[in-house]
């Protein structure tokens, strides 16, 4: 859908892991924001017309040969203020005539940040040390011409500024939690320099985009829209019910990678609970069908979305007169879907991203794909969705085919189903559901020797992934008490036939993604 009409700060992403983290603390702060790559047209930034630009970090050089760099002129040519964090800065310093050079002594984690120039807006109502957090190597030794140094380290200019250009850097990152005044510091570019107002709300969003949909779809138009249970979906559904009634036509798809009894239990709460025009199919065995041998991650992600859209297709036919589809789509599979240094990067596709095929004559309508996941929790409760919709942990929608790593087959779903069962009903009853991102299992295709009884056994190992995160573009594992991670994987071990052997996945994202495939 089109972009939402606020004032609008553009982020350029130079493969930072915390590029996202600087998009959530500027709409923390009620402004809102998009990220786009590094190497956008200028043209399209101005389009945009933006009230603030800001260069991310990265983890490259700006002497790598393959160093990425925005467009020729950038900078120069911005009409409104521009803001590098660290790689950025070193961008900022390196293109307008600064020298950068490899630091002695690399900073990484805590430092205490004098600010040398307390009339810097940038530091507006801060003290004159905080601390913040370092992630760089290289570090500016000579200012572009007309800038001036405004915070520094023991070793290094930390911060400088040509605030009659209206542009600023920050070797350090103010995003990251680590950064404590680093909010503050982000506001004061934001408000004293940018001179936003803060416009930006969820319900603010789904007032605009409920508007939107009923002038798209006109007095007439319908749609049909895919719902999973989860908290996508189910708010997209809502608004756009919201917006035109029954002339949506909510389906909600078993397609055999659901957990345990899903598929009843959430069609009837969305039929109580939301009142939406809603039915329920049946197509698990073709799903089942399609993945017998397939084994590749993208292979079974691309062979469940084809056919979920073929589905789809059909029973839209037989409902007659639809012209759009709704889909549950959220910023972060956006961000996922579209690599900032080439196809090779993209972390993984997403079949609810992007358009369709040729042969579907829908229009594609995406009220939540400008927003993170604690916004659509917002934008939900405000819609009136109760509880366990709206804190629902994410489910992927490829189901269990992503958490059973090899061929996917009826065997291989019942003993992952009765090993999920388990991790649900014990966080459930440690009081420890709603307080993690998301808690579920993982079948390996890997057996190993373990005994039970007297007798010797050769069986599957399953995984259990436990995270906490905000909106799922960062996440660490949750350091869960002994006694619940014990009990879980006694359970699974004393009542799941086929599992001997049950470890606990310590990896953060990044490096690792939240789920498996």
Not at 448 to 470: A, C, H, K, P
Request: hydrophobic share 40%.
């Amino acid at each position: 859908m089109e972009s939402i009409s606020h004032e609008n700060i553009i982020i350029l992403d130079f493969g930072g892991q915390y590029t996202q983290l600087i998009a959530r603390r500027v709409r923390e702060a009620g402004v809102y924001c998009e990220i786009l790559p590094y190497n956008v047209a200028i043209e399209e930034i101005q389009t945009r017309q933006p009230r603030g630009l800001i260069l991310s970090g990265g983890p490259a050089s700006v002497y790598d040969d393959d160093a990425p760099r925005p467009k020729p002129g950038l900078i120069e040519s911005a009409q409104c203020p521009v803001l590098g964090i660290c790689y950025g800065l070193q961008l900022i310093a390196h293109g307008l005539g600064g020298e950068v050079r490899p630091s002695t002594s690399r900073e990484y984690g805590y430092a205490r940040l004098q600010v040398v120039d307390a009339a810097s807006r940038l530091f507006t109502g801060l003290p004159l040390e905080m601390d913040v957090w370092m992630s760089h190597g290289d570090h500016v030794t000579m200012l572009p011409d007309g800038f001036r140094m405004t915070a520094q380290t023991a070793d290094a200019v930390n911060a400088f500024e040509n605030s009659e250009r209206g542009i600023y850097g920050l070797q350090f990152h103010p995003e990251v939690a680590h950064t404590p005044l680093g909010a503050q510091i982000l506001r004061n570019f934001l408000f004293e320099i940018c001179g936003c107002k803060g416009d930006w709300t969820p319900t603010a969003a789904i007032a605009e985009q409920t508007e939107r949909i009923k002038e798209r779809l006109g007095e007439h138009g319908r749609a049909v829209c895919g719902l999973s249970g989860g908290v996508d979906s189910s708010v997209a559904a809502a608004l756009v019910h919201r917006a035109v009634g029954d002339r949506q036509v909510c389906l909600f798809i078993n397609n055999g990678l659901l957990r345990e009894g899903e598929f009843e239990s959430t069609l009837a709460l969305l039929k109580q609970k939301l009142k939406l025009n809603i039915q329920g199919i049946d197509a698990s065995q073709r799903f089942l069908d399609a993945l017998k041998e397939v084994v590749d991650p993208e292979a079974k992600r691309k062979r469940i979305g084809a056919l979920f859209i073929e589905v789809f297709e059909e029973e839209a036919n037989r409902i007659g007169g639809v012209g759009f589809l709704v889909q549950g789509t959220l910023y972060p599979d956006v961000i996922e879907s579209v690599s900032v240094r080439g196809p090779s990067a993209t972390i993984k596709s997403h079949h609810n991203v992007g358009g369709l095929p040729e042969k579907m004559h829908f229009e594609l309508v995406e009220p939540m794909r400008q927003l993170f996941k604690d916004e659509v929790r917002q934008a939900g409760l405000q819609l009136g969705l109760p509880k366990e919709i709206v804190y629902r942990q994410p489910f992927p929608g490829p189901g269990l085919a992503v958490r059973i790593l090899g061929e996917v087959t009826p065997e291989r779903l019942s003993i992952l189903r009765e090993a999920d069962t388990i991790v649900q009903s014990e966080m459930e009853a440690a009081d420890w559901y709603y307080k993690v991102w998301q808690s579920f299992a993982v079948l390996l295709p890997v057996q190993s020797v373990g005994v039970m009884g007297d007798q010797r056994t050769y069986e599957n190992t399953v995984v259990l992934r436990i995270v906490e995160s905000q909106d799922g573009m960062t996440a660490d594992w949750v350091r869960l008490p002994y006694e619940l991670l014990a009990r879980i994987s006694n359970r699974i071990s004393n009542e799941v036939k086929g599992v001997n052997r049950v470890c606990y996945d310590i990896s953060s994202k990044p490096p690792s993604t939240i789920e498996w495939e």
